[in-house]
């Protein structure tokens, strides 16, 4: 029996690596897969269950699609991925819209839950967390010219304030020879720009004999034949120098460096369960500055944690002051159950957190205005990624813009620029809203 498969993807790109994953078996199924649930035999949602804004998310999509079923445009409805994994129970007895449900460990049995809701079962398949397939194919649904390679899965950082470790299992590495065999199919189909990510990537072997690997596979990834290496995500401990040198000596490795530090006050750093101090973020910025030229450093901040003083924030404030680290990502606290954080004393009033989300998000666009306005002037290597109808001119990525998170370059050329073509773009002006624009020099 052949199917129509439509698949939707919501959260991390680690996330969609294993909506890939899902559609590759399905395809080699003999199955049609598709992107469009109308008209569909079965939509399957990967969703994200990881703090309240992606559960309302995910909840929405259900509903959506449970819109679709009752209007007789859609079949079935199979839902996957943490949302799942966090509130099985829960989900079936107030969510009867759904046909059948995957935890995050049972990813590849999703052509027997297909085939089980299309012959009327609610199948609710919940494989081992800490033991999944990783490897195997994948139908990459990114454009032609750039990937994720997801190195591990799960996490052992168990920070205070997060659930993925029971979501997603004990942190366990891919073996190298399966990924430098992955990137290599990825580098022969086209790919310039590999996305190398993970829960931590930083922690990659370490699984195996209490040593990082990630040197190594980044120095064997650079010897194929990708123009771009991005990295996602570093944790501060394990940042030593020879990473640091790794990624100062190759070339096709970007100076972007993603460091989720969350929080520089030392009292908080502890409630959070994070390892390293704030002296020693600083030392580490200070190495990353000095011996990687041009490096543009991205991180994550909470604010809101319980414990957080008005002192602790200001210290947060004047730390992002300091350090001028070009990408930041500000959330507010959200006390997720089943976490230590979330039954903590002192917990902060909701408003009083999200003020100062808005007072650092503000500090930290005035951060990004001046690093703009640096790049006045320069010429910068950009990847195309088409042409913006509303613009009216072609939009890119230099190396300092991650996709979907970071922003733009704006830019204009005298011939037809194809998506996926590297172009050398000199920047002439900043705009309102904080995006880049130039010309391509010829």
Not at 71 to 97: H, S
Not at 151 to 164: P, Q, R, S, V
Not at 408 to 414: K, N, Q, S
């Amino acid at each position: 029996m052949s199917y129509q498969v439509a698949f939707v993807s919501l959260g991390c790109a680690k996330n969609l690596v294993n909506t890939e994953q899902m559609m590759a078996l399905c395809r080699k199924e003999g199955w049609t897969v598709t992107g469009e649930p109308v008209g569909a035999d079965v939509a399957v949602l990967n969703t994200c269950g990881f703090i309240e804004g992606a559960k309302s998310e995910a909840i929405t999509n259900i509903l959506e699609l449970a819109q679709l079923k009752t209007a007789g445009k859609l079949k079935k409805l199979l839902v996957a991925g943490c949302l799942t994994q966090r509130y099985r129970e829960e989900i079936m007895e107030e969510l009867p819209e759904i046909d059948g449900m995957m935890g995050t460990g049972s990813y590849t049995d999703v052509v027997e839950a297909v085939k089980a809701v299309m012959e009327g079962e609610t199948p609710a398949y919940f494989g081992d967390i800490h033991h999944t397939i990783e490897d195997g194919e994948r139908l990459v649904s990114t454009p032609g010219y750039t990937a994720y390679l997801k190195i591990a899965e799960g996490c052992d950082n168990c920070c205070a304030f997060c659930i993925i470790p029971r979501l997603r299992g004990r942190y366990r590495s891919r073996p190298m020879d399966s990924l430098l065999a992955e990137a290599k199919l990825l580098a022969e189909s086209g790919v310039k720009e590999l996305i190398v990510i993970a829960q931590d990537i930083t922690r990659y072997g370490t699984d195996w004999d209490g040593t990082s690997h990630l040197s190594q596979l980044l120095r064997a990834l650079s010897k194929l034949p990708f123009r771009w290496i991005r990295l996602h995500y570093l944790y501060p401990d394990l940042f030593d120098d020879t990473l640091i040198e790794t990624i100062a000596s190759q070339p096709k490795i970007l100076p972007y460096v993603d460091i989720p530090i969350q929080h520089c006050n030392d009292e908080i750093l502890k409630r959070m369960n994070r390892r390293g101090t704030k002296a020693e973020i600083l030392e580490l910025f200070a190495k990353l500055r000095a011996r990687i030229p041009g490096v543009v450093l991205r991180t994550s901040l909470i604010c809101g944690l319980p414990g957080e003083t008005e002192e602790a924030f200001e210290e947060l404030c004047d730390f992002l002051r300091e350090t001028s680290i070009e990408r930041a990502g500000v959330f507010q606290f959200s006390p997720e159950e089943g976490t230590a954080a979330a039954v903590m004393p002192d917990q902060v009033p909701e408003e009083v957190a999200a003020r100062r989300v808005e007072l650092l998000v503000d500090l930290q666009s005035r951060v990004i205005d001046a690093y703009n306005e640096k790049q006045l002037g320069r010429v910068m290597e950009v990847l195309c990624e088409g042409f913006d109808p509303e613009a009216g001119c072609y939009a890119g990525r230099s190396y300092a813009d991650s996709p979907e998170i970071d922003g733009r370059v704006l830019f204009t050329a005298a011939g037809l620029v194809p998506a996926g073509e590297f172009v050398s773009v000199r920047i002439t002006q900043v705009t309102e809203s904080g995006e880049r624009m130039g010309e391509v020099e010829e």
